[in-house]
T-cell receptor, first 119, second 108 residues
Framework: QVQLVESGGDVVQPGTSLRLSCAASGFTLSSYAMHWVRQAPGEGLEWVAALWYDGTKQYYADSVQGRFIISRDISKNTVYLQMNSLRVEDTAIYYCARCPPTDWFFDLWGRGTLALVSS | ETVLTQSPVTLSLSPGERATLSCRASQSISKYLAWYQQKPGQAPRLLIYDASNRATGIPARFSGSGSGTDFTLTISSLEPEDFAVYYC??????????FGGGTKVEIK
């Protein structure tokens, strides 16, 4: 079954770190670009980060540049989002999403995982 | 950054009616616009890509049109399951990829 399953969301304090995981099944990561998109409570969608299909390039939103890192482990068919120096405004549901290699629309989404940053 | 403005914010219609949703880009994005549907508690679902191509499994009542800066998503006859929030997204000018603020289609 082709799917994405996120995990790792938690309640954390500002300034701390969190690592989200996205396990892919039914397809191989090396054939697709992978992204993280977030949605703050009651708000719209915000693109966060992207990893090129061959794993050679990463792109980030200005709001997370220098704090978040997207990576993958091909052997585990899993994508990660390492989130450092977390802020209250990073509170959101984080979705993992797949794009065709060079056509960046999201054709498969996970169900999301909630990261809540609160003191 | 390419800003996408969706209108209206809320659309109140009855089942069977036609829904017309708009997405306007702050600069030309050619045909590179996608539409997504999101229901409460669920992830978004791809409906339309490259302005007018229906994604796999999407009913024919959903159609997209437009190019450049003005785009439209049309639902020809609303079914009960179509009441949801709809987002547009551009992939022409990135990073960043950007989304519109959403249009909520609610039951009148």
């Amino acid at each position: 079954q082709v799917q994405l399953v996120e995990s790792g969301g938690d309640v954390v304090q500002p300034g701390t770190s969190l690592r989200l995981s996205c396990a892919a099944s039914g397809f191989t990561l090396s054939s697709y670009a992978m992204h993280w998109v977030r949605q703050a409570p009651g708000e719209g969608l915000e693109w966060v980060a992207a990893l090129w299909y061959d794993g050679t390039k990463q792109y980030y939103a200005d709001s997370v540049q220098g704090r978040f890192i997207i990576s993958r482990d091909i052997s585990k068919n899993t994508v990660y989002l390492q989130m450092n120096s977390l802020r209250v405004e990073d509170t959101a549901i984080y979705y993992c999403a797949r794009c065709p290699p060079t056509d960046w629309f999201f054709d498969l989404w996970g169900r999301g995982t909630l990261a809540l940053v609160s003191s | 950054e390419t800003v996408l403005t969706q209108s209206p914010v809320t659309l109140s219609l009855s089942p069977g009616e036609r829904a017309t949703l708009s997405c306007r880009a702050s600069q030309s994005i050619s045909k590179y616009l996608a539409w997504y549907q999101q229901k409460p508690g669920q992830a978004p679902r791809l409906l339309i890509y490259d302005a007018s191509n229906r994604a796999t499994g999407i009913p024919a009542r959903f159609s997209g049109s437009g190019s450049g800066t003005d785009f439209t998503l049309t639902i020809s006859s609303l079914e009960p399951e179509d009441f949801a929030v709809y987002y547009c997204q551009q992939r022409k000018n990135w990073p960043p990829l950007t989304f519109g603020g959403g249009t909520k289609v609610e039951i009148k």
